[in-house]
């Protein structure tokens, strides 16, 4: 069909093939719906034992190189992790933390490295304030400033859509410092005593805070200095989309089967409701989109690299994945309530849970409409 | 058979200078884009002599036994040379029902007087095959074929029709599925296969007129027509059993085909090309930002397409609902193709409404063709609609639909 189409498009390792069989097992273990549904309740997104066996199986180290305690592998391999936890709707902060380590990667210096990532290997927690008030996608829209007072740093301005934060020792936070982005390390101990308050957020799976930067002074040391900041503020964006493009593939696979588990139990008017072709045909429709998000996902996990600003392959492969997945998983999880009557309505549902993961992970790091914004440009012009 | 990596090579730069030198030319007329859309003398004569010169160059059923007029060569050549065929988007071979499907089939199961007779005039386009399998009452539910096949002596008398018959104008032999026994238990044991002349005294392809206008397929009207039992292929009563095998040409889920591009595919790409020539408000419509938005999503569901197609070869990546790639594809690719060409249509603006004839026509109207002409894919071979019941049955497993 393309004409550029290459044998190599998708690549699926033997590392990969086995994390995904593990993980599959793991979450569908872990995180059965009433798992889900106690949590939601809960402090924190995820318990803190579950949170030790996922850093003990070595899964937060999976991208990190083996000289930092990690695994050496790529974020390709987190792809086949994170979908079948998105599959369970199992919440935690392995994606921040892996994004962190990411950053670290990308822009730190020998110190930073040898400081964080072994331990972000380990099982810290770090949280990513990236958002502002404003709501916008681009991450180099800052309002929050550092100001220096020789070697100290002085923050103020408020960051939105911090997740698992009561549970991180370390903040990855963008600001504007001389007019230019910039990403500093947060210690939690660097925080004044209010600086997180909740956020009430449509996924009651996530646990969201407001942070607040007036006046957290920090060692200028905490600066992450890479060259091209703005470059590299881009792949941490692309990078987060390939990873909810791959949470939202494992939530649209869940909530077919959500929704077919039901299709092919409840009777009306003598017949199984699936065999009613209005039911049964969007079902193929939500199908269909989930196998191309899939295959959008995967060559995205095959192609895309961090830091690698200057490949336009992976940049449209991470946001055709992205703008597929969240098409898909709005579409699979908006039917799943419809086609669920007067019971879809309820709370009791479990559709309600999908959709509303559907909405948070589309919303964050750019919508459908928005990536299609940007792939126009890259593709037309 | 082992061909070496040079081998291969040394074919593909020969294939490629071969085609180079000897693609035809622009006939000056706009030529059909499938085998389904054949609809003038002028065009079939274009394609059937084109299929002739590529099967004498030795580059159309490389890999089919040499005894009958194949290469008698590695498959590898073929896919080669098909490949170069498709990347130098010359004209695709017309006889692609004797090529892809009634070809393989004779060679799986056919007599020896049957490949004898048959596989050499079909690769050389001396014999146009059709296909008989639908009917005016049976469109969708194939196992209920009506038309009548009575045993008389070694001969069968074949009563009732065939209808959408692709190149019925045309063609010197239909696979046809008859029914050659009423009293049987289910409907699909009464059914009988036949490899079936069509210019003999009783067979009467009607031309049918397409929504384009056009003359495409036939209904194929047989009264009291005579053939001989040993058109027969499988046994008697073994009809559904062969029909099912050529289906699995059909949709090329078995190998065997003869080779050869069987349409002129379509890309998005054209039509981006297409809207950087279209106006909107004064400016080339690419810059509009409402029709970007519609080019990605087309490009986008371009690439998923063609990327489900290496995924499903990845049985890791296919777990859940293995099957569902391969078994949604004709649904998929059929629908987008569609919405591209229509899309292609309305980004002319006012001439949109321009059509094949008219001079100042986009293309010369191939995209208001083509996308009345996509129906085809739409319709022919299934609908989609029902596509989706059997994407939603088999590999969903809902409730059959009554």
């Known amino acids: 069909m393309t004409?550029?189409?290459?044998?190599?498009?998708?690549?699926f390792s033997d590392e990969q093939a086995q994390l995904l069989e593990i993980a599959e097992t793991f979450s569908a273990n872990k995180s059965p719906i009433d798992a889900v549904r106690r949590q939601l309740a809960a402090e924190d997104a995820i318990d803190g034992a579950l949170w030790r066996e996922i850093a003990a199986l070595g899964w937060l180290g999976i991208a990190i190189p083996e000289e930092f305690g990690g695994s050496g592998l790529g974020l390709g391999e987190v792809v086949a992790i994170v979908e079948p936890m998105g599959r369970k709707l199992l919440s935690s902060p392995l994606a921040s933390t892996t994004l962190a380590a990411q950053a670290i990667l990308c822009t730190g210096n020998d110190e930073q490295k040898s400081q964080w990532l072994p331990q972000l290997a380990a099982g810290t927690v770090a949280a990513l304030a990236l958002t502002?008030?404003?709501?916008?996608?681009?991450?180099?829209?800052?309002?929050?400033?550092?100001?220096?007072?020789?070697g100290t740093l002085s923050l103020s301005g408020g960051k939105t859509f911090v997740t698992d934060a009561a549970q991180a020792d370390l903040f990855l936070v963008s600001l504007a410092l001389d007019g230019a982005p910039a990403l500093v390390l947060v210690e939690k101990s660097a925080l004044g005593k209010d600086a997180l308050h909740r956020e009430v957020v449509v996924d009651e799976t996530r646990r969201s805070y407001g942070l607040s930067l007036d006046?957290?002074?920090?060692?200028?040391?905490?600066?992450?200095?890479?060259a091209d900041l703005p470059g590299c503020l881009k792949s941490l964006h692309l990078a987060a989309c390939l990873l909810y493009a791959a949470e939202m593939c494992g939530g649209t696979a869940g909530v077919i089967n959500v929704t077919l588990d039901y299709l092919k139990t409840r009777r009306q008017f003598d017949h199984f409701i699936g065999a009613y072709q209005a039911l049964k045909h969007p079902m193929v429709d939500a199908l269909v989109g989930l196998e191309q998000a899939r295959s959008h996902l995967y060559h995205a996990a095959t192609v895309f690299e961090m830091g690698n600003g200057a490949d336009g392959r992976g940049e449209v492969a991470v946001r055709m994945a992205k703008a597929q997945a969240a098409a898909a998983f709005a579409f699979a999880s908006d039917r799943a309530i419809q086609f669920h009557g007067a019971f879809g309505f309820t709370y009791d549902c479990d559709a309600q849970l999908y959709r509303r993961r559907a909405l948070w992970c589309e919303q964050q790091h750019g919508d459908g409409l928005h990536h299609r914004k940007h792939l126009a440009g890259l593709l037309l012009d | 058979m082992n061909v070496s990596a040079k081998a291969l090579d040394d074919f593909r730069v020969e294939v490629a200078a071969w085609l180079m030198a000897n693609k035809p030319a622009d006939p000056g007329f706009l030529l059909p884009q499938s085998f389904m859309e054949v609809g003038t003398d002028q065009q079939f004569e274009f394609l059937r002599d084109w299929q002739r010169k590529v099967y004498e160059a030795g580059y159309l059923g490389m890999a089919w036994p040499a005894q009958y007029g194949g290469g008698g060569r590695d498959q590898a050549f073929q896919d080669i040379a098909t490949a170069e065929m498709a990347r130098q988007k010359v004209p695709f071979m017309t006889n692609t029902i004797g090529l892809s499907w009634a070809g393989p089939l004779i060679l799986n199961m056919g007599t020896e007087a049957q490949k004898q007779a048959y596989i050499k005039r079909i690769l050389s386009a001396e014999d146009i095959w059709c296909q008989g399998f639908s009917e005016p009452d049976n469109g969708s539910d194939l196992g209920n074929a009506q038309l009548r096949a009575v045993r008389d002596g070694n001969e069968f008398v074949l009563n009732g029709s065939k209808i959408w018959t692709s190149l019925g104008s045309y063609a010197d032999y239909m696979i046809l599925l008859a029914r050659s026994n009423t009293e049987t238990n289910t409907k699909y044991e009464g059914l009988s296969y036949f490899l079936s002349p069509m210019k003999i005294p009783g067979v009467d392809p009607v031309p049918i007129r397409k929504?384009?206008?056009?003359?495409?397929?036939?209904?194929?009207?047989?009264?009291?027509?005579?053939?001989?039992?040993?058109?027969?292929?499988?046994?008697?009563?073994?009809?559904?059993?062969?029909?099912?095998k050529t289906l699995t040409f059909e949709r090329a889920?078995?190998?065997?085909?003869?080779?050869?591009?069987?349409?002129?595919?379509?890309?998005?790409?054209?039509?981006?090309?297409?809207?950087?020539?279209a106006q909107r408000d004064g400016r080339p419509a690419i810059e509009d930002p409402l029709i970007r938005d519609q080019l990605v999503a087309l490009l986008m569901e371009e690439r998923g397409l063609d990327?489900?197609?290496?995924?499903?070869?990845?049985?890791?990546?296919?777990?859940?609902?293995?099957?569902?790639?391969?078994?949604?594809?004709?649904?998929?690719?059929?629908?987008?193709?569609?919405?591209?060409?229509?899309?292609?249509?309305?980004?002319?603006?006012?001439?949109a409404s321009r059509y094949v004839g008219d001079a100042q026509a986009v293309d010369g109207g191939r995209w208001q063709r083509g996308y009345f002409n996509s129906f085809s894919s739409t319709i022919g071979g299934g609908t989609s609609q029902i596509q989706k019941n059997i994407v939603g049955e088999r590999v969903l497993g809902l409730p059959k639909s009554e």
């Open chain 1, 3 to 11: 004409e550029q189409t290459e044998p190599s498009d998708i690549l």
């Open chain 2, 307 to 351: 990327l489900n197609n290496q995924r499903a070869d990845i049985p890791g990546l296919n777990t859940e609902w293995p099957g569902a790639i391969a078994m949604a594809r004709k649904l998929t690719n059929s629908e987008w193709r569609q919405r591209l060409n229509q899309f292609a249509v309305t980004l002319q603006g006012a001439n």
């Open chain 2, 253 to 277: 889920v078995s190998g065997g085909q003869a080779g050869g591009v069987h349409s002129m595919p379509v890309f998005a790409s054209e039509v981006v090309e297409l809207a950087r020539h």
């Open chain 1, 132 to 150: 502002e008030a404003h709501g916008d996608w681009d991450l180099c829209h800052l309002t929050c400033t550092a100001t220096r007072n020789g």
């Open chain 1, 215 to 226: 006046g957290v002074e920090l060692p200028a040391a905490n600066l992450l200095a890479a």
């Open chain 2, 211 to 244: 929504l384009t206008g056009e003359y495409g397929f036939t209904q194929t009207f047989f009264d009291d027509a005579r053939i001989p039992d040993t058109c027969l292929i499988g046994e008697e009563g073994k009809g559904w059993q062969v029909a099912m």
